[in-house]
């Protein structure tokens, strides 16, 4: 794409989905930090996630996980999101953290758990109705820490069954975004630990039900961008949830440990279509800030899928295409690599100023004063968090 | 399965494949180490496929490899094996040793290369023909080494039209056994480089095309009988190519780095009717034997996925179903792990003998003169190899 | 190892250490699953210990771990677990839980939290003398989760630093096991991440100084039997963590994912002195019973200990070594997996007779009814745990 | 280093050494493609390396391996390297690829092997007092595939008894340079795997011996930046072996695969010294040009290694410093997250300028004719490769 005005067009109409759980504290089995003006209720999550898109301008939408944004009135949050300039994204699920799910949700061997998991996911559904959230976030850690401890067959039944009866109560516009994930915590079978696992779900389901890259959750070597290229080819990529990582899923920020990774992948969702409206990709972060601060880390993080997008935006299709037809390898691969080494942040700035933002969202954000403000108002109650 | 008969039915009736190269040198890239008495043509491997089968009595059919099992008489080949007792089992096609395919075979970017390799893949199905064998089964070095080396989806386009092209030219009686391999010998992409991939094809193609499961093309982590669970339910898995690897595609003796795993994959195999005629999985080795005497070591993997198959029947199928359903984790894991930690060399030993076989096939056979038979015979020629 | 008796009387003379906190309720970030039983303070998992040595005979050791240990009186605590035929292991220190270790311990930027830290290890040191602990055992959470966090070489320094005034404080006979992970909870580096690392802090320190295994904490692919080896060969292995893992620290109970490398991690051991007293290498677990129930869970893992020793135990060395140095690679291969192969569990059902066990300690201690009698009577306080 | 002209002279005086086999063909065990215009001759090698220089500047050192590179004459292979303006760097031994080393060399169980073995190592210093080399690179390809195959401490034994032998011989100015390698073509066990063995042997071996870090020689998520700072900081980092990799041991252009981490890695050598010439680490290339043309592979190569150490040179270190001692993640990252992100492209080209070269050497060298050149003249005789 070598006309800088439809470059910078698409990076003013990308959306970035930001995750109201990441405004609260998280950590690891070992210990979770609290952190000091940390929100205590969804309505204060909605207002640093508003903090976020004041900054950038492209993270309007916030993703929800139930039930830690569980509320008695979605309406009424809905209603202050929109207030701070914000809507309602994809609704998160959670059937790993109820006592009766240690051996699973919708897989578990006891039918009266399996009711009571997809209870759960319909319900979720209840608060897309409420909340005009077009997504459904199915993530199961549902799964066995030893073998023989259940049958991968049965189980593979019965997550077929809870997904079928979840899917036929989806309404017209709302899709299901079924994500994968190669282990934690279950340490031996996971019920859906690949792409190919959630792919053969969602065919089955039918065109409403698509795959989730969680940029964390494959195993060591796996060709990520490969993955992203032949679902966008099969029209079933649904959504990403970015975030990175050096070991397992460590839920770094996205772009922190592999910058390069993020770029192919961005190269491959631009080069097949994925920025359109009609592709309909969710770009959703899914990181857990455990030591650093969470408002910040949350504007680098779009600042960051936005630069790689930029580059991605910058690689000279035409050449690119024209080297590869040749068998050219090192033209090829360095037609890719000057759009990589470009410093886009100068194209950024720009384009930011053009909406009215300032320059260094990162910057502007610290020396609003914001969260100092927070730090001192936010004294007292119970900090969000995971609930582990 | 408790009725020892049954069991020892069961594996009187396996058909366990070898194949031709496995008879002949291979090495790394470092070195290829020559050994005595290898053989110097088609025609003396399977006089070696034939002692592994007259000392285990379960290895009557024999891969072949085209080109390097490339004859000018294949009814002549047939015959030979047949007059030895073998039949010829899976050809498998070589689309990476011509220097045409150096940028790939069916996902070259250039028609005329990628012609070449379907006129290949065809060539093999008339050796099928004419040897009777009932799969053809195809592995695609096809891959890019730097990212931007070539268009990720065109080449599945590619890759999708060769196969159809393939796929219509089969018999009523002839399948597609289509493997996938994470890497090597391409270092960044790999054109089917998970089941996942392998599979979508598959399921475009029809229900004569299956996946191969080559134990070691998996990334680290991967669960591999989770996925033979998964392909059997779906009906999809057509072969196994066993191995075993400490850390890439090591291609050691089958059992040899992991054999609890191979039980865990053969409890799959076993649970999900894999075992039965009407299942129709072909299990194959596919190994190198670098720096072991390679008749020997074919024995000594047929023998261990005997052992792990016969281990496999064994589990007590009601008391894992009821542990399993109960939610006994540790019972659940009791049940299996009894029947692996079983010595079964004694009922492999009688199994043997009531098919009038030595009790001790690695035995049997380095007594039986053939090793040193062979290194004196066999003086002079080219000794097969890759030919790399 | 032919003759059976030295092989009874080697396994009669293991000494497997039980973690503290292997009695107690542990999980993932996700969820902890509460256990009906679990103890409430360390007297109780004293109890708990106790059941396992006394269905066992090889567990008269417990590891504490402090803080979760803490006890107002230790010699009291002392004098509990020797009424219950039990003595204090390892003292494990504990520096990763306190709000001013969220960016490192000893390595931590600010020299007052360094000094927090180091002198939590001195106190460490204390219990070891009120106790008669012979053992500090150091673990490290400390490391950074993004490249530019901390100064790597800076962070040596101080933990050098630390450890050097550790060490020094330690009486005659107590020693210094120092472990190395490869990640988590830090995830872009860790201060002692690999064997080497603590292998060159505990030269430097001196001979009081060793490395401790835990099997969990490499890299995947590494070999952990060569560097059981390699540190028997240069007289600083101090101890095992056992457990086992598929993917990252799964925690598993040790034998659990791949029981043939236990067997050949024991080999090593036996081959190279390992077992005797005057190596003095401390064989602990350390697991998490996330969903199975504990004191049964830890049973099975001394029995799983027990096995691959015996296995170890029965490697007829002598064959070994003229296969090896005839460079027979399948002989030599033959012989190990002939012990592998070999169903030890008659052999350990003797040794338990002799010694006036049952049989079966798992079967044994479920027959008891004593997990039904803490189920019942460890009703209300809090049930022990990580405190996370 | 704020400076720019200390930038500029820095990089002015970086030497990256470049292999003669980079030069020559290469490939997987499944094919190796022979390319236009490779060298007969280690004479014509060194035409090919001073092409590299003529463009770079930076590489005026040529490794040689033996016996790949073995000449009648070596006093005369220096003068023609001279008078092209090059000098001969590391000497490459070769233990791998002789029929007598199928079971190991200097860890071989048969003494007259293990002899044949360092009497190469002893030839190869005599090469390097012919050659005028200063450093003696030892890579083993040791090891064994099967469990039980050989005696790991045995293996040691003999390792470090050839080891010390050639330790002595070698004169004043000359060193030991010793590499290691998680697998590759050893599959079960390696003699020298992990940087924790060469650091072990050296300290032992003395000053001269140092460690050589093979960017592609790790397990999956080994850090290598904080393997290259501890060796810095022992003073026993001797040199790299520069390529990338996504998978195993790839040996792709480096920087192609991970240019943050060979950012990562620069970084820790800049700010510990690694770039002075007390500290004298070498800076070599070792990769396989399988696919793509082999000279400007390299070039791009050595500019890929300018352009990550300009990046590091860029790092702002009191900044960086600040961030780290207050303890903010975000900002401490941030800092080097800007060096990264600058082009630096275009100060390199100013670098080049300055030295009389043309500004982008990849360009320059692809338009000088000489590719085209060498094709037309080098045909005939048997191009130079590995012999595998």
Redo the contacts between chains.
Sequence with gaps: MSDVSAVKAALKSQVIETPSWGYGN?????????QPGVPRDPFEKMEDAAQVHAFTGVAPKVSLHIPWDKVADYAALTRHAEGLGLRIGAINSNV??D?D???GSVTH??AAVRRKATDHLLECVDVMDETGSPDLKLWF?DGT??????????R?DRLSEALTEVYERLGEDQRMLLEYK????A????DV?????A??HC?KLGPKAQVVVDTGH??????I???V??L???GRLGAFDFNS????D?D??VG??????LF?IMH?VV??GGLTSETNVNFMLDQCH????KI??VI?SVANVQ?ATAKALLVDGDA??A?????D??A??????DA????V?PLLAEVREEQGLGRDP?AAYLASGNQERIAAARVGGTQAG?G?
Excluded: C
Excluded at 26 to 34: C, I, L, P, Q
Excluded at 245 to 248: I, L, S, T, V
Excluded at 340 to 343: K, L, P
């Design positions: 998280s950590g690891t089995r070992f210990k979770v930090f609290a790993f953290q006592d799910f240690k051996l061997p006891e850690s820490n030893y073998p023989g401890q259940d049958d991968i067959v049965a593979q190669l282990f934690e915590p340490f031996y079978t996971t630990p690949d792409w190919g696992t792919y053969a065919l494959h195993a060591p070597g796996t060709n961008e490969f993955i290229a032949l966008l080819r099969e990582r050096f070991y397992a460590d770094l920020m922190a440990a592999d910058p390069f990774q192919r491959e080069k097949n455990n030591i650093e601060a910040p880390a680098r630069e690119l295409g080297a590869q037809r040749s068998g390898v090192l090829s691969n360095a037609v890719l690599m990589y080494n470009t410093d942040r990162f995971w582990a």
